[in-house]
């Protein structure tokens, strides 16, 4: 079984800072993926990054970066120069052995940004 | 739009009775997924659809618990009996075969009282 632990329930951060988002995973399986989702107050959940397992460099897409220690079982997500928009809560997941979208989620960070 | 739709987005309903969810997909994506969140928590897995078949559904909460996918387009979650623990956001997804990522709808919001 896999498991997902965000240990922020929330994080303020100034307008253009950057902030780091942790996220740590615990799986048997050698093959696995690390998403990004960010859901704002509208409840759609927008996919903002993907890194597999097996992926030798740090995934990036745009003004995200995620920042993975495949030892520490680590996939902290970097949000650099913080726009208002941001703010929402921002969830890690997990799928094992290309199980496709069957994700396991985290209970999510509440990033608030500061004007 | 072309994203993915989900209605009612939100429904009350009384302890005992019989609710049901659709999500209309993606046109081209052939997989679907139905997620459950309760308040404060992250997306909770329940069933998924690829094409019409139906090939993981022991995550499904219970026997109260159903989905369908007739003809491989738009599904339903049904929720028989429900109980005041149904309360939760019903989220669904789909992607295709080629996507890392899956697109979700805006969910449907369900209160038992």
């Known amino acids: 079984a896999q498991k997902i632990t965000q240990t922020q329930p929330g994080m303020f951060v100034q307008e253009k800072e950057a902030v780091t988002l942790d996220c740590t995973y615990d799986?048997?399986?050698?093959?696995?993926?690390l998403f990004w989702y960010k859901q704002p107050s509208s409840g759609e959940m927008i996919f903002l990054i993907y890194?597999?397992?097996?992926?030798?460099q740090n995934a990036t897409e745009g003004r995200y970066s995620l920042n993975f220690q495949k030892a520490r079982k680590s996939a902290n997500l970097v949000i650099s120069a913080s726009q208002l928009g941001d703010s929402a809560m921002y969830f890690c997941?997990?799928?094992?052995?290309?199980?496709?979208?069957?994700?396991?989620f985290g209970g999510g960070t509440r990033l608030m940004v500061k004007p | 739009d072309t994203g993915v739709s989900q209605n009612p987005r939100h429904k009350i309903t009384k302890r005992g009775q019989n609710v049901t969810f659709r999500c209309d997909p993606i046109?081209?994506?052939?997989?679907l997924y139905w997620y459950r969140q309760t308040l404060g928590q992250g997306p909770e897995f329940l069933t998924y659809?690829?094409?019409?078949?139906?090939?993981?559904k022991s995550r499904l909460l219970s026997d109260r618990f159903s989905a369908e996918r007739p003809k491989g387009s738009f599904s339903t979650l049904e929720i028989q009996r429900t109980e005041q623990g149904d309360s939760a956001m019903y989220l669904c997804?789909?992607?295709?075969?080629?996507?890392?990522?899956?697109?979700f709808g805006q969910g449907t919001r369900l209160t038992v009282v």
């Open positions: 659809f690829q094409n019409e078949a139906q090939l993981e």
């Open positions: 997804a789909s992607s295709s075969r080629s996507d890392t990522e899956a697109f």
């Open positions: 046109s081209e994506h052939n997989r």
């Open positions: 890194q597999g397992s097996y992926d030798e």
């Open positions: 997941a997990m799928n094992t052995n290309n199980a496709g979208n069957m994700l396991t």
């Open positions: 799986t048997s399986d050698q093959s696995y993926g």
